[in-house]
C-alpha cells in the first residue's frame, strides 16, 4: 500500500535524486519534477521502471497543479557558477518557485519543505552560525540572487504559514556533498576530487584559509526526512550540516592524500564576497529532530571519490 504521494521539485539534481531514492524506498510514490537546468536524467534513470515514480520536465517558474501529500522544494541551482550564470533566472526560480509551490500546498493543503540554505547567513560575523542570527549579506554582490532569493522565499514560507495556515517547514542546509553531484558542477569538493584523479592542478581560491563544513548527502537526506515527519508546530528554520570545520586547504590536502595524486595545488583568485567561514551551530536539530550527521569528511570523501573514479 502506497504511503505517500510526495513531490520532489529538483529531483533530478544531486541532493534531490537522493531524497527520490529514500521516499520510494519506504512505499511512498514520488512525483520528480525538475526542468534539467543543472540536474540530469543520468540521475534518476535507475527509477524510471519503477511504477510509483514518475518525472515531469517542468519549470517551477510557471505555475503547476498536482495532488500530493507533501512538497520537497528544491528546485534552485546550488553551485555558485550555476546560479550566477543566470542571475535573474535564479532569483526568480526561488522567488517565483516557492509563491507557485506555496500557492499549490495551500490550495491541496499538503505540508511544504524548503531546502534554504547556509548562505542566508552570508559572510557571517558570528561562528558557528545559529539560527537566530540574522546574517549579513550583500544585497547587490554576486552572490546575491542566490542568498536574497533564499531569505525572501523563507520570508514566502514563513508568511504562508502565519496568514493561511499552510504547513511549512525550513531547513537551512550547510555544504553537502557526495555521489550524483555534476563532475562540471563546480562546487569545491567535486572540483578538486575530479583534478586529483585526473592528476591536474588543484584550484584553490585565496590563500585557501576560509572554512567551510562538509556534510554527507546521506545525513542531510536523513535530515529532511526526521524534519519532514517532525510535529506540524515546529516549522524551523533548523541547521542542516556537519559542524566539523575545514579549510579549504585542508581538504585539498585530503583529496590528494585519499586519491594518491600527483595534483599541485595552484592558488587562483578569491571570487567576490566568498564567506570567510562557515560551521553549523545543531543544537536544535539534535534537540528537536534527534538529529546529528554520522558520516565524517574522510569517509563521506573516499565514497564520492569512487563514484567519480566510476565515471571518468
Ligand atoms: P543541483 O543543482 O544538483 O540541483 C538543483 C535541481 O533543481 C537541478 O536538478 C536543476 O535542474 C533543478 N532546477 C533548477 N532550476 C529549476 C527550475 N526553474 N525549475 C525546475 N527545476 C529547476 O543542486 P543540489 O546541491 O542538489 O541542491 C538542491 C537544493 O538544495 C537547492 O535548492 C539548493 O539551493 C539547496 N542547497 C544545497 C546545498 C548543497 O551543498 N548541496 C547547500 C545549501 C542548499
Ligand atoms: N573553492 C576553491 N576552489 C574551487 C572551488 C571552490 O578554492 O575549485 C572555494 C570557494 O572559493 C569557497 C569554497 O571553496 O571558498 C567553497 O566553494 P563552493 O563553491 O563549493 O561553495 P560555497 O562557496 O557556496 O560554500
Same mark, same amino acid.
Given at each position: 500500500?502506497?504511503?505517500?504521494?510526495?513531490?520532489?521539485?529538483?529531483?533530478?539534481?544531486?541532493?534531490?535524486?537522493?531524497?527520490?531514492?529514500?521516499?520510494?524506498?519506504?512505499?511512498?510514490?514520488?512525483?520528480?519534477?525538475?526542468?534539467?537546468?543543472?540536474?540530469?536524467?543520468?540521475?534518476?534513470?535507475?527509477?524510471?521502471?519503477?511504477?510509483?515514480?514518475?518525472? +515531469?520536465?517542468?519549470?517551477?517558474?510557471?505555475?503547476?497543479?498536482?495532488?500530493?501529500?507533501?512538497?520537497?522544494?528544491?528546485?534552485?541551482?546550488?553551485?555558485?557558477?550555476?546560479?550566477?550564470?543566470?542571475?535573474?533566472?535564479?532569483?526568480?526560480?526561488?522567488?517565483?518557485?516557492?509563491?507557485?509551490?506555496?500557492?499549490?500546498?495551500?490550495?491541496?493543503?499538503?505540508?511544504?519543505?524548503?531546502?534554504?540554505?547556509?548562505?542566508?547567513?552570508?559572510?557571517?560575523?558570528?561562528?558557528?552560525?545559529?539560527?537566530?542570527?540574522?546574517?549579513?549579506?550583500?544585497?547587490?554582490?554576486?552572490?546575491?540572487?542566490?542568498?536574497?532569493?533564499?531569505?525572501?522565499?523563507?520570508?514566502?514560507?514563513?508568511?504562508?504559514?502565519?496568514?493561511?495556515?499552510?504547513?511549512?517547514? +525550513?531547513?537551512? +542546509?550547510?555544504?553537502?556533498?557526495?555521489?550524483?553531484?555534476?563532475?562540471?558542477?563546480?562546487?569545491?569538493?567535486?572540483?578538486? +576530487?575530479?583534478?586529483?584523479?585526473?592528476?591536474?592542478?588543484?584550484?584553490?581560491?585565496?590563500?585557501?584559509?576560509?572554512?567551510?563544513?562538509?556534510?554527507?548527502?546521506?545525513?542531510?537526506?536523513?535530515?529532511?526526512?526526521?524534519?519532514?515527519?517532525?510535529?506540524?508546530?515546529?516549522?524551523?528554520?533548523?541547521?542542516?550540516?556537519?559542524?566539523?570545520?575545514?579549510?579549504?586547504?585542508?581538504?585539498?590536502?585530503?583529496?590528494?592524500?585519499?586519491?594518491?595524486?600527483?595534483?599541485?595545488?595552484?592558488?587562483?583568485?578569491?571570487?567576490?564576497?566568498?564567506?570567510?567561514?562557515?560551521?553549523?551551530?545543531?543544537?536544535?536539530?539534535?534537540?528537536?529532530?534527534?538529529?546529528?550527521?554520522?558520516?565524517?569528511?574522510?569517509?563521506?570523501?573516499?565514497?564520492?571519490?569512487?563514484?567519480?573514479?566510476?565515471?571518468?
Amino acid at each position: 500500500m502506497i504511503k505517500k504521494k510526495v513531490l520532489v521539485t529538483g529531483g533530478a539534481g544531486f541532493v534531490g535524486s537522493h531524497l527520490c531514492d529514500r521516499l520510494l524506498s519506504e512505499g511512498n510514490e514520488v512525483v520528480c519534477l525538475d526542468n534539467y537546468f543543472t540536474g540530469q536524467k543520468q540521475n534518476i534513470v535507475h527509477l524510471l521502471d519503477n511504477p510509483f515514480f514518475e518525472l +515531469i520536465r517542468h519549470d517551477v517558474t510557471m505555475p503547476f497543479f498536482i495532488e500530493v501529500d507533501e512538497i520537497f522544494n528544491l528546485a534552485c541551482p546550488a553551485s555558485p557558477i550555476h546560479y550566477q550564470y543566470n542571475a535573474i533566472k535564479t532569483i526568480k526560480t526561488s522567488v517565483m518557485g516557492a509563491i507557485n509551490m506555496l500557492g499549490l500546498a495551500k490550495r491541496i493543503k499538503a505540508k511544504i519543505l524548503q531546502a534554504s540554505t547556509s548562505e542566508v547567513y552570508g559572510d557571517p560575523q558570528i561562528h558557528p552560525q545559529t539560527e537566530s542570527y540574522w546574517g549579513h549579506v550583500n544585497p547587490i554582490g554576486e552572490r546575491s540572487c542566490y542568498d536574497e532569493g533564499k531569505r525572501s522565499a523563507e520570508t514566502l514560507f514563513v508568511n504562508y504559514n502565519k496568514q493561511n495556515n499552510v504547513k511549512i517547514k +525550513i531547513i537551512r +542546509i550547510f555544504n553537502t556533498y557526495g555521489p550524483r553531484m555534476h563532475p562540471h558542477d563546480g562546487r569545491v569538493v567535486s572540483n578538486f +576530487i575530479v583534478q586529483a584523479l585526473q592528476n591536474n592542478d588543484i584550484t584553490i581560491y585565496g590563500d585557501g584559509q576560509q572554512t567551510r563544513s562538509f556534510q554527507y548527502v546521506d545525513d542531510l537526506i536523513e535530515g529532511m526526512i526526521r524534519m519532514m515527519a517532525s510535529d506540524d508546530s515546529f516549522t524551523g528554520p533548523v541547521n542542516i550540516g556537519n559542524p566539523n570545520e575545514f579549510t579549504i586547504l585542508q581538504l585539498a590536502e585530503l583529496v590528494i592524500e585519499l586519491t594518491n595524486s600527483k595534483s599541485n595545488i595552484v592558488r587562483m583568485p578569491l571570487p567576490p564576497d566568498d564567506p570567510t567561514q562557515r560551521q553549523p551551530n545543531i543544537d536544535l536539530a539534535k534537540k528537536e529532530l534527534n538529529w546529528e550527521p554520522k558520516i565524517q569528511l574522510r569517509e563521506g570523501l573516499q565514497q564520492t571519490i569512487d563514484y567519480f573514479a566510476s565515471i571518468i
